[in-house]
């Protein structure tokens, strides 16, 4: 078998995707291989296909256990011989996996970092051949990443205790130039190959909203997605708990994970939102690491993160399927604040010195920086990422809020001129909302005791509103006419620039929103056939339920789309389908081209009639879509022949009437 019959045989996909097949060719060729990919990119299939192609195994470091019990749990269901261990097992089952590892069973091990120190797993890696070791996740060795690791600095121990070196494969999705170094240099590739497929993830919709009240503007959002799944993530765990109970109060399906919950709760509620139980997880970032929800069709920031680095890694959780997805993030002055006071009270890490402390921090008020402008910035948002990774970006994505919005060049060198002199007058030592206060001739405690009242800038905008204002001090900030110095909370001082607009030696012109033409919710599923994928969905649900994997292992809801638009009534039309592998064909081929014929058949007219999926939800659950073994035919034609009535048998099989009769009719025993 070559590569590409084993990405059709068990992936069900017919080209590899960009950076794919050069990462397989290189890792298949003997070579060590760097891949860095975007979230969603499809790393897995890199190190997947050639995992199966050799002739030992493939080790798989993985940091996250739910990453790994899914993969496993997606690798059996595609009939690869693949298991993990980590801390979830019991000695029971580590035993077994052992044991079948021994015995050669696996082609795939996913293990945790922490086990490579193991001595019973050494000892059964030293006795077994061990072809590749894949590293996911890779830029957790890095002290300068964001999610270090320090049980991943034994992989090298690991490797080198191995009596042959194996291929060694690393992946990330996040790599500044340093953590590519770091990952070359402490897991000891050799000449390795780097692809990198470039950063951009087309089917993702970024904006970014600056509502007056969050909470009204998050339940409009969620109803106008109603019926999808989504992740919102908010930055502390008592924003969690509030969002959460705001949503299950609006009549959402909701649930939640943060840090503070029991082991048991967390693994629960994420369960609960990866088998589609509850549509809506909100979440602290402890949530995602590894999750691979392909149907994730909306990300919603309702704080802002504190870096790019971080929001790019939490919004590449939607869409894994290609579909479209949203990527919305709600911004308001206070969450500058917040992360400003994250920053400043950051446990230093034992494992550097107080320098390299010092330093790590300076990086992150800069990481911050990048983070608040690209909340503020009328630029193409899209761009703005790609541009921050390194990556090329065309001028208009036409995929982000500030595509869509109308922005008129307004001429604001009068108001920047009282801003400015405001902030000097008062001796360059307050932050912008003093600063608006002043300007707007607010009096409170804070103002008289500093005597700003008796400036001569107090009241000079008393016109405007405190948005106006503080959108201009943004602006103005933007270009470079003031710097907010220091954390917590930060004071505004002018810089150089600020002087020859002062002397009316130089203009300044803003853009402004005029008009923003709205993000209309574009439908996936072509209209005509959203019953035919209601009804595929119902048979997905059923073998989700009996095998007990999440739906999308099954066939994600790109997969759905595309049968929608195939539909596929023979085996070979049903291999066309994008997702569809051999293997599958054969689990679950005849159910769904079963549901295809049956709506195939209807004319349009009589189409929601025919196909009642409330029917089929009725009785779906049931066995109605499991393939006929011979023995039940069997028992299906002693029961026609004794007489007895097509609802009795329908009962006894657990299938449908309507099912009855058409095996029957297969069968010669009934007329067509
Ligand atoms: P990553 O690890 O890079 O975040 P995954 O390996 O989880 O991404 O893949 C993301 C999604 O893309 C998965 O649903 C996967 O099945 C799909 N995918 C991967 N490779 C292909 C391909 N060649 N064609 C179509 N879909 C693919």
């Not at 300068?144 to 291929?167: A, H, V």
């Not at 002062?502 to 919710?521: P, Q």
Request: hydrophobic share 35%.
């Amino acid at each position: 078998m070559d590569k590409f019959d084993v990405l059709r045989k068990y992936f069900g996909y017919s080209s590899f995707r960009k950076g794919q097949e050069e990462m397989v060719d290189c890792l298949l060729s003997g070579r060590d291989a760097l891949g860095i990919m975007p979230t969603g990119a499809g790393k897995s299939i890199c190190y997947q296909v050639p995992a199966i192609m050799f002739g030992g195994v493939t080790i798989v470091v993985s940091p996250l256990i739910s990453l790994m019990k899914d993969q496993v749990n997606a690798l059996v269901q595609q009939g690869v011989k693949a298991a993990y261990i980590n801390s979830s097992l019991t000695d029971t089952q580590y035993d077994k996996v052992l044991k079948n590892a021994a015995l050669g069973i696996y082609k795939i091990i996913y293990v945790a970092p922490e086990r490579l120190e193991s001595v019973s797993f050494i000892n059964l890696c030293r006795r077994i051949k061990i072809s590749m070791v894949a590293v996911d996740e890779s830029h957790c060795v890095s002290q300068w990443g964001q999610d270090f690791r320090p049980s991943y600095l034994n992989i090298n121990k690991f490797i080198s205790m191995l009596p042959n070196r194996p291929i060694i494969g690393a992946f990330t999705a996040t790599a500044t130039d340093e953590v590519k170094k770091d990952i070359i240099n402490i897991l000891q590739l050799e000449d390795p190959a780097v692809v990198t497929t470039g950063f951009d993830r087309p089917n993702l919709f970024f904006s970014v909203l600056r509502p007056a009240k969050k909470d009204n503007r998050l339940i409009e959002l969620i109803k106008e997605r109603r019926d999808k799944s989504g992740i919102i993530y908010c930055s502390t765990r008592k924003k969690v708990e509030s969002v959460c109970d705001l949503l299950i109060k609006n009549g959402f399906p909701a649930t939640r994970y943060h840090a503070v919950l029991s082991d048991k709760e967390r693994v629960k509620n994420q369960d609960d939102f990866v088998y589609d139980r509850k549509l809506v997880m909100v979440a602290t970032n402890a949530f995602g690491m590894g999750i691979d929800k392909s149907n994730v069709s909306y990300v919603i920031h309702y704080n802002m993160p504190k870096n790019i680095e971080s929001y790019y890694q939490e919004t590449g959780r939607a869409g894994r399927d290609g579909q479209e997805a949203d990527c919305i993030l709600l911004y308001g002055a206070g969450d500058v604040q917040t992360c400003q006071y994250f920053i400043e009270n950051t446990e230093p890490n034992p494992q550097l010195t107080p320098e390299q402390n010092e330093m790590f921090k300076k990086r992150e008020e800069e990481r911050l920086k990048h983070m608040i402008f690209y909340c503020r910035t009328s630029d193409y948002l899209r761009n703005y990422m790609l541009r921050y990774f390194g990556d090329e970006a065309e001028e208009n994505c036409g995929k982000c809020s500030n595509c869509l919005t109308k922005f008129e060049t307004v001429d604001v060198t009068i108001e920047a001129q009282k801003i400015l002199s405001c902030i000097i007058r008062t001796g360059q030592k307050f932050g912008a909302t003093i600063i608006s206060d002043v300007l707007r001739g607010k009096t409170n405690d804070r103002i008289t005791s500093f005597g700003l009242d008796r400036q001569s800038t107090f009241g000079i905008m008393k016109d405007s509103k405190p948005t106006e204002i503080r959108y201009i001090i943004e602006k103005l900030e933007e270009q470079g006419y003031i710097i907010s110095v220091g954390a917590g909370k930060p004071i505004l001082r002018v810089t150089e620039m600020s002087y020859p607009v002062l002397k009316g030696k130089a203009k300044v012109n803003i853009k402004k929103t005029r008009k923003f033409k709205s993000h209309i919710e574009r439908v996936n599923i072509d209209e005509t056939n959203s019953e035919l994928f209601d009804a595929l969905k119902v048979v997905r649900t059923y073998f989700a339920m009996k095998r007990g994997v999440p739906a999308y292992i099954i066939f994600s809801d790109a997969t759905l789309a595309d049968m929608c638009k195939v539909m596929p009534v023979t085996p070979k039309e049903f291999l066309e389908v994008k997702g569809v592998s051999s293997i599958k064909l054969e689990k679950y081929g005849e159910a769904f081209m079963r549901v295809i014929k049956e709506y195939g058949k209807s004319d349009n007219d009589e189409k929601s009639k025919k196909y009642d999926v409330a029917e089929m939800r009725a009785n779906g659950l049931t066995g109605a879509y499991e393939p006929w073994s011979e023995k039940e035919v069997e028992k299906l034609r002693f029961e026609y022949e004794v007489g007895i009535p097509i609802e009795k048998i329908a009962k006894n099989h657990g299938r449908t009437k309507g099912a009855i009769r058409s095996r029957l009719k297969k069968e010669g025993l009934i007329e067509e």
